[in-house]
């Protein structure tokens, strides 16, 4: 049993107190964000903005560049989507969830595309770009930025990015040392899921009623 608990737990070892449980308590705000976010609560935004802030401050200190960008990313998006949930499109009604339009598909492509410039440039500029790590951050980062900008226009596709970045950083933050975070992107990805499907089936009744 001890074996088992070192290889997941063991690297904590190594770290302080107010580390890990601020990890911990970052981990419990962004699984609370996620599940908002299925029921499509507004609540998603200001429990991410409280996760994001201390994941800002955590990775920043692990010198995690990539991990940190997308965080504070995730923190003034979650003030933008904030505002745009909150937003009335007449006297009633706030914005409803939707799918992407043909010209917003072409700026998903271009954030996408624009993140891996972004980020390749920022791990050469600080010569991060020493390990294979830096090329799924890189990719990682891309996925989320595209996600967070879609959910902050409650665009059905965000559950797609989320859910492929969330799946490839499971492995991702294990390897890095940081099992809670990984646990926490297991219950991303099962909560993703179930919002996806939750999100459609609000999106087809929407349209049937229409």
Known sequence: MSQIFDFFF??????STLHITLEIIAVLFGIASVFFAWF???WVYPTGIVST???????????LLGDMMINA?????????????TRKIDETHVTPISRTTSIEKIIEVSIFIATLIFVYVVYITFDKWNDWTAYVDTLTTAFFFVGMWLLAKRKIENWIFLIIGDIISIPLYFYKGYTFTSFQYVLFTIIAIFGYLAWKKSLDKNLATA
């Open 53 to 63: 802030a201390i994941y800002v401050y955590l990775l920043l200190k692990w010198a």
């Open 73 to 85: 990313y995730y923190f003034i998006m979650s003030i933008y989507g904030w505002y745009v949930w």
């Open 40 to 42: 499509n609560k507004i």
């Open 10 to 15: 063991g690297q904590y070892a190594e770290y």
